[in-house]
């Protein structure tokens, strides 16, 4: 998984689907560089690779979430797809953290 960080904000741009076979491991990715670097204040997670999201995908960007709660910071996710965006909707997503569909944030 690419990553970049800008001042304190984290930007991590998965790839592929987000399910019970890829979650475990990205949110092991996250934290990993996450514990390394205590001034990132902001994970934003681009969604703009990602196909797909099952409920394991679900819960992990929920404990990524509270993780970020937990140290005083925020999380957010960008450039979802059109069908990506409608689950995340569903789900009930919208109400914990910003998410933005690909027309958003262009």
Known sequence: MKWEIKQDVLTVYPVGDLDMATAGVMKEEIETILYS???VKTLVVNLNRIRFIDSSGLGMLIGCYKYMQG???GMMLVEASKNVYRILEFSGM???MPVLC???TR
């Open 71 to 73: 140290r005083g910071g």
């Open 37 to 39: 670097r205590l001034g």
């Open 102 to 104: 690909e027309e958003q």
């Open 94 to 96: 919208k109400k914990l």
